[in-house]
Each structure stands twice: as structure tokens, then as C-alpha cells.
């Protein structure tokens, strides 16, 4: 059975920084393109960025230069550090594993970004 599990989020004013984790079990989590998503009510759920197997990694131009995606093959972990934050980074941001057509998603954790 695969588990994925956030934990990190919180409430963070404007400019302070933010460090998300996600475990994952249950997959051979080394071979999986790890994301993290973001969702705000009314509006799709957005991938932002990825690092893949090889450590690649892409970042969309709204949180380049602040987020930083990183993994952990050795504890099944993927970490987003998140930086110089704004209000519009306020979201629900989900930890999802991917490899061809499978999906593993996590619950969803929540990060306001508010003074």
C-alpha cells in the first residue's frame, strides 16, 4: 500500500520561509519524478515544480529563485524549501510521486502566507 504523507505547512508572514516534507512508502520511490502541486479554492490544482530520478529539476516561473525541490533516496522524502514567500503563494500544496501513468498523491497540506 502506498503512503504519501506532508507535513510542514503552516501559517508564515510575507517574506518569512517555509519547509515542507513529504515521505513517501509503499514505492520504489528512487525511479519516481517527485512534484509539488498547489491549489487555491476556484482554480485548478497547478504543478509548480519536479525533480526526477536523476535529480533534474524545473521550477515554474512564479516560485523560481524562492522554492527550492530537493530528495532524499535514503528516507523516501522529498522537501520543498520555500523562501521570500508572498500572499499568492497562500495555497494548498500536494506532494504527488509519478512515473508513466501512475500517480501517488498526498492529502494536501496547508500554507497561508499572511501578516
Known amino acids: 500500500q502506498v503512503q504519501v504523507v506532508e507535513s510542514g505547512g503552516g501559517l508564515v508572514h510575507p517574506g518569512g520561509s517555509l519547509r515542507l516534507s513529504c515521505v513517501i512508502s509503499?514505492?520504489?520511490?528512487?525511479?519516481?519524478?517527485m512534484e509539488w502541486h498547489r491549489q487555491v479554492p476556484v482554480k485548478q490544482r497547478e504543478l509548480f515544480t519536479f525533480i526526477d530520478a536523476s535529480s533534474k529539476t524545473e521550477y515554474d516561473a512564479s516560485v523560481k529563485g524562492r522554492f527550492t525541490i530537493s530528495r532524499d533516496n535514503d528516507k523516501n522524502t522529498v522537501y520543498l524549501e520555500m523562501n521570500r514567500l508572498k500572499p499568492e503563494d497562500t495555497a494548498v500544496y500536494y506532494c504527488?510521486?509519478?512515473?508513466?501513468?501512475?500517480?501517488?498523491w498526498g492529502q494536501g497540506i496547508p500554507v497561508t502566507v499572511s501578516s
Open positions: 509503499g514505492i520504489h520511490f528512487d525511479i519516481f519524478t
Open positions: 504527488a510521486a509519478h512515473l508513466a501513468s501512475e500517480y501517488y
